[in-house]
């Protein structure tokens, strides 16, 4: 059984993060372009939702409890 997770998460939070990353590969800047082509599944690809603006030990546990009950 294949189950997808989907963080999401808002550009302007997304920024900030990836911002704040030193040394990151990819800039800020490259944000938007990246939400811009981004496509968020759809009911069809069996994808769990997870608000990414959580803390990680939060979207483990979400993650965990989803999955069990999918």
């Known amino acids: 059984r294949q ?3 989907y963080l999401k998460i808002d550009p302007a939070t997304a920024r900030q ?7 990151h590969f990819m ?3 490259l944000v938007d372009s990246q939400f811009a ?3 968020p599944p759809v009911a069809e690809e069996r ?3 997870l608000d990414a603006t959580r803390p990680v030990g939060e979207l483990v ?3 965990v409890r989803l999955i069990r009950r999918s």
């Open 3 to 5: 189950v997808f997770l």
């Open 61 to 63: 546990a979400a993650a």
């Open 37 to 39: 082509i981004l496509e």
């Open 47 to 49: 994808a769990l939702t």
């Open 27 to 29: 800039p800020a800047s």
């Open 17 to 23: 993060r990836v911002g704040s990353r030193k040394g």
